[in-house]
């Protein structure tokens, strides 16, 4: 998994929050049978394309990378303050890695829209954010 990923995970996780890239956390969802149990929020984490001054594959290159971050919820509201959650959590802070200087997240997408999933019972509630993060190595002697 790149590096800048598995930091902005981790910048996730530290501030307490539940998330996985591109699959459902450990222990979130439904705690039991669905309606009847407890729903722990969470957010996925999905690498989108970016923009590079050259190949990718160049670790000298500078970066800039798309995430998308979608909160899923039991509720609209429950959704809705989880993501404000997620936004806080990142906007602000600076991603660390031991070989490349990061920018602060930047929120890409202003206006996640609420969605329903019908597609299991009882539904679930899902808000999509876009961050970008641009990324330049470390200049070592």
């Not at 009847?36 to 989108?48: A, E, K, N």
């Not at 970016?50 to 919820?73: A, E, L, Y």
């Not at 539904?123 to 330049?136: A, C, E, K, Q, R």
Request: proline share 9%.
């Amino acid at each position: 998994m790149n590096t800048v990923i598995k930091a902005f995970e981790q910048l996730c996780v530290t501030a307490g929050l539940k998330v996985a890239v591109s699959r459902v956390p450990d222990g979130a969802g439904w705690s039991g049978t669905p309606g009847q149990s407890t729903f722990v929020r969470y957010g996925s984490i999905h690498p989108l394309s970016g923009r590079t001054d050259g190949s990718t594959c160049t670790p000298d290159r500078d970066v800039s990378k798309r995430i998308q971050v979608t909160i899923v919820g039991p509720t609209p509201h429950a959704t809705l303050a989880y993501s404000q959650q997620f936004i806080d959590a990142l906007c602000g802070k600076r991603i660390t890695t031991p070989t490349r200087v990061t920018l602060q997240p930047i929120y890409l997408d202003q206006d996640g829209e609420l969605d329903r999933d019908d597609t299991v019972k009882p539904s679930v509630f899902m808000v999509p954010h876009i961050f970008g993060v641009d990324t330049t190595p470390i200049n070592q002697p």
